[in-house]
């Protein structure tokens, strides 16, 4: 069964640095997400992403993060200068529909970032 | 105005019992309600979803109750299992949102032999 895989599973960076997580979602969608969820607390959506640009972002998604997709596989999302309250599980999820459309979202198995 | 509001927080029930979970939204352009499964260090997975035109949805022992009129929903296991020990989200979507999901924030079920 397809799945969506995130790497790494567990990083861990000092504040102020750079970190990039990674997404490959499955194979046939089109539409990926970002989530995040702090410790405990609930999940949150960050930013939706659609034919090479952001669809929708959350008031979380600020200027220190931005999404890519380099190429025909990867989903990337960098938090270009990480802060100790950007600490959190991040995941991944991809859909084959999207607006107009009741969509299933597939989710990751997430990467959870430790900043120090 | 976007959030779903989630109870229990915690739920403990026999095996063989019956769960519940409640959900309450405010958004009337929601129009999709999709509820999730998350077991410790995994993502969540879609269990099972509904659309405001129906008033119940039912697969296997997992029914949705919704209730348009009272914007609630609700998510009813029944004989409940040890292995359905996990963390249950509501959440909430309308169509033109590109699937942004609001989520409530979760109830931990334990399910006891």
């Known amino acids: 069964e397809p799945e969506v895989t995130q790497t790494p599973s567990h990083q861990v960076t000092q504040m102020g640095q750079e970190v990039i997580l990674r997404c490959v979602p499955i194979?046939?969608?089109?539409?990926f997400y970002w989530y995040r969820q702090i410790l405990g607390q609930k999940v949150e959506f960050l930013v939706s992403f659609y034919n090479n640009e952001i669809s929708e972002k959350s008031e979380i998604f600020d200027d220190q993060f931005s999404v890519e997709r380099p190429d025909g596989s990867n989903f990337t999302l960098k938090i270009r200068s990480t802060k100790l309250e950007d600490s959190a599980m991040y995941f991944c999820?991809?859909?084959?529909?999207?607006?107009?459309?009741?969509?299933?979202?597939?989710f990751g198995p997430g990467t959870r970032l430790t900043v120090l | 105005q976007q959030q779903v509001k989630q109870s229990p927080q915690s739920l403990i029930v026999q095996k063989g019992g019956i769960s519940i979970i409640n959900c309450a939204y405010e958004?009337?352009?929601?129009?999709?309600f999709p509820w999730y499964q998350q077991f410790p260090g995994k993502g969540p997975a879609l269990l099972i979803a509904?659309?405001?035109?129906?008033s119940e949805k039912k697969e296997g022992r997992f029914t949705i109750s919704f209730n348009k009129s009272a914007k609630q929903f609700s998510l009813h296991i029944m004989d409940s299992q040890p292995g359905d020990s996990a963390t249950y989200f509501c959440a909430a979507a309308h169509g033109g949102s590109q699937g942004n999901l609001i989520f409530g924030k979760g109830t931990k079920l334990s399910v006891k032999p």
């Open positions: 958004n009337t352009a929601f129009d999709y």
């Open positions: 999820a991809s859909s084959a529909r999207g607006k107009g459309s009741y969509n299933e979202q597939f």
């Open positions: 509904i659309r405001p035109d129906v």
């Open positions: 194979s046939n969608h089109l539409y």
